[in-house]
Protein backbone atom coordinates (compact mmCIF):
# COMPACT_ATOMS: atom_id res chain seq x y z
CA UNK A 1 0.00 0.00 0.00
CA UNK A 2 1.25 4.00 -1.05
CA UNK A 3 2.09 6.16 1.40
CA UNK A 4 -0.48 8.50 1.85
CA UNK A 5 0.27 12.28 2.78
CA UNK A 6 -1.08 13.84 5.67
CA UNK A 7 -3.93 15.40 3.89
CA UNK A 8 -4.67 12.55 1.93
CA UNK A 9 -5.03 10.66 5.49
CA UNK A 10 -7.13 13.29 6.54
CA UNK A 11 -9.29 14.24 4.16
CA UNK A 12 -10.30 10.18 4.20
CA UNK A 13 -10.60 10.14 8.49
CA UNK A 14 -13.16 13.24 7.79
CA UNK A 15 -14.96 11.04 4.89
CA UNK A 16 -15.33 8.01 7.97
CA UNK A 17 -16.10 10.46 11.00
CA UNK A 18 -18.83 12.08 8.65
CA UNK A 19 -20.04 8.70 7.81
CA UNK A 20 -20.20 8.04 11.30
CA UNK A 21 -22.18 11.12 12.12
CA UNK A 22 -24.68 10.02 9.41
CA UNK A 23 -25.14 6.55 11.53
CA UNK A 24 -24.65 8.20 14.50
CA UNK A 25 -27.91 10.69 13.52
CA UNK A 26 -29.97 7.68 12.08
CA UNK A 27 -29.39 5.59 15.78
CA UNK A 28 -30.67 8.86 17.76
CA UNK A 29 -33.65 9.09 15.18
CA UNK A 30 -34.68 5.75 15.53
CA UNK A 31 -34.28 6.38 19.37
CA UNK A 32 -36.74 9.24 19.13
CA UNK A 33 -39.41 6.90 17.51
CA UNK A 34 -39.42 4.23 20.22
CA UNK A 35 -41.22 6.95 22.20
CA UNK A 36 -44.03 6.76 19.42
CA UNK A 37 -44.38 2.50 19.07
CA UNK A 38 -45.41 -0.22 21.18
CA UNK A 39 -42.94 -2.22 23.39
CA UNK A 40 -42.31 -4.93 20.74
CA UNK A 41 -41.10 -2.82 18.34
CA UNK A 42 -39.09 -0.56 20.92
CA UNK A 43 -37.43 -3.51 21.80
CA UNK A 44 -36.30 -4.25 17.93
CA UNK A 45 -35.26 -0.50 17.33
CA UNK A 46 -32.95 -0.86 20.29
CA UNK A 47 -31.28 -4.14 18.27
CA UNK A 48 -30.96 -2.37 15.47
CA UNK A 49 -29.58 1.17 17.75
CA UNK A 50 -27.19 -1.07 18.86
CA UNK A 51 -26.06 -3.01 15.69
CA UNK A 52 -25.39 0.93 14.53
CA UNK A 53 -23.38 1.44 17.20
CA UNK A 54 -21.42 -1.35 16.66
CA UNK A 55 -21.25 0.10 12.48
CA UNK A 56 -19.65 3.15 13.75
CA UNK A 57 -17.18 1.75 16.05
CA UNK A 58 -16.18 -0.23 13.20
CA UNK A 59 -16.29 2.69 11.10
CA UNK A 60 -14.62 5.30 12.69
CA UNK A 61 -12.70 3.93 15.56
CA UNK A 62 -9.48 2.45 12.85
CA UNK A 63 -8.84 6.00 11.51
CA UNK A 64 -9.23 7.92 14.50
CA UNK A 65 -6.20 5.59 16.37
CA UNK A 66 -4.13 5.76 13.24
CA UNK A 67 -4.48 10.19 13.38
CA UNK A 68 -4.11 9.61 17.15
CA UNK A 69 -1.06 7.30 17.04
CA UNK A 70 0.27 9.79 14.01
CA UNK A 71 -0.55 12.58 16.34
CA UNK A 72 2.11 11.49 19.35
CA UNK A 73 4.35 10.52 17.20
CA UNK A 74 4.80 13.43 15.26
CA UNK A 75 6.94 16.40 16.18
CA UNK A 76 5.37 18.67 13.62
CA UNK A 77 3.69 21.79 15.40
CA UNK A 78 1.16 21.68 12.37
CA UNK A 79 -1.44 19.15 13.38
CA UNK A 80 -4.03 19.55 11.07
CA UNK A 81 -3.15 19.73 7.05
CA UNK A 82 -4.60 22.43 5.29
CA UNK A 83 -7.24 20.75 2.87
CA UNK A 84 -10.07 21.49 0.89
CA UNK A 85 -11.87 19.37 2.68
CA UNK A 86 -10.97 20.05 6.15
CA UNK A 87 -12.98 23.81 4.94
CA UNK A 88 -15.98 21.86 3.44
CA UNK A 89 -16.45 19.52 7.13
CA UNK A 90 -15.74 22.99 9.13
CA UNK A 91 -18.78 24.45 6.03
CA UNK A 92 -20.62 21.70 7.01
CA UNK A 93 -20.37 22.00 10.60
CA UNK A 94 -21.40 25.36 10.60
CA UNK A 95 -24.69 24.57 8.59
CA UNK A 96 -25.60 22.21 11.21
CA UNK A 97 -24.93 24.36 14.24
CA UNK A 98 -26.67 27.26 12.16
CA UNK A 99 -30.00 24.88 11.02
CA UNK A 100 -30.15 23.34 14.71
CA UNK A 101 -30.14 26.90 16.31
CA UNK A 102 -32.31 28.92 13.89
CA UNK A 103 -34.83 25.81 14.36
CA UNK A 104 -34.67 26.24 18.26
CA UNK A 105 -35.80 29.42 17.60
CA UNK A 106 -38.70 28.80 15.16
CA UNK A 107 -40.20 26.18 17.28
CA UNK A 108 -40.06 28.23 20.70
CA UNK A 109 -42.40 30.56 18.97
CA UNK A 110 -44.38 28.11 17.37
CA UNK A 111 -44.25 25.90 20.26
CA UNK A 112 -44.18 28.30 23.02
CA UNK A 113 -43.11 27.31 26.57
CA UNK A 114 -46.09 24.84 27.11
CA UNK A 115 -46.11 21.62 28.67
CA UNK A 116 -44.85 18.37 26.93
CA UNK A 117 -45.64 14.98 27.59
CA UNK A 118 -42.56 13.62 26.20
CA UNK A 119 -39.31 14.12 28.11
CA UNK A 120 -36.42 16.57 27.87
CA UNK A 121 -34.14 13.23 26.23
CA UNK A 122 -36.77 13.27 23.61
CA UNK A 123 -35.97 16.63 22.48
CA UNK A 124 -32.37 16.67 23.25
CA UNK A 125 -31.81 13.59 20.97
CA UNK A 126 -34.21 15.17 18.42
CA UNK A 127 -31.77 18.18 18.51
CA UNK A 128 -28.93 16.66 18.48
CA UNK A 129 -30.12 14.12 15.39
CA UNK A 130 -31.21 17.03 13.85
CA UNK A 131 -27.69 18.67 14.08
CA UNK A 132 -25.82 15.73 13.15
CA UNK A 133 -27.68 14.70 9.79
CA UNK A 134 -27.30 18.40 8.46
CA UNK A 135 -23.77 18.52 8.98
CA UNK A 136 -23.43 15.23 7.44
CA UNK A 137 -25.45 15.48 4.74
CA UNK A 138 -23.64 18.82 3.80
CA UNK A 139 -20.45 17.84 4.10
CA UNK A 140 -21.49 15.06 1.78
CA UNK A 141 -23.54 17.36 -0.61
CA UNK A 142 -20.32 20.02 -0.55
CA UNK A 143 -18.02 17.09 -1.41
CA UNK A 144 -20.32 15.74 -4.57
CA UNK A 145 -20.35 19.61 -5.98
CA UNK A 146 -16.46 20.14 -5.38
CA UNK A 147 -16.27 16.83 -7.20
CA UNK A 148 -18.34 17.84 -10.20
CA UNK A 149 -16.28 20.91 -10.64
CA UNK A 150 -13.03 19.34 -10.27
CA UNK A 151 -14.04 16.88 -13.40
CA UNK A 152 -15.49 19.91 -14.90
CA UNK A 153 -11.60 20.96 -14.90
CA UNK A 154 -10.04 17.94 -16.10
CA UNK A 155 -12.68 18.02 -18.71
CA UNK A 156 -11.40 21.69 -19.83
CA UNK A 157 -7.88 20.82 -19.41
CA UNK A 158 -8.22 17.92 -21.88
CA UNK A 159 -9.99 19.80 -24.30
CA UNK A 160 -7.62 22.32 -24.82
Known sequence: MAQQSAAQFYERFLGRVTLGLLLLAIALVIDCAGYFVDAATDEVL?????????????????????????????DSPHREPESFVVEIYKKASLHGFTFV???LVVL????????????????????????LLVTSLSFYLQMQVDDDLEEDDFDDEASS
Open 46 to 74: RYVRRTLSVVIIIVVAPSTLKLMWNRWKS
Open 101 to 103: ALA
Open 108 to 131: QGVLGAGESTLPALFFIKAVLAAM
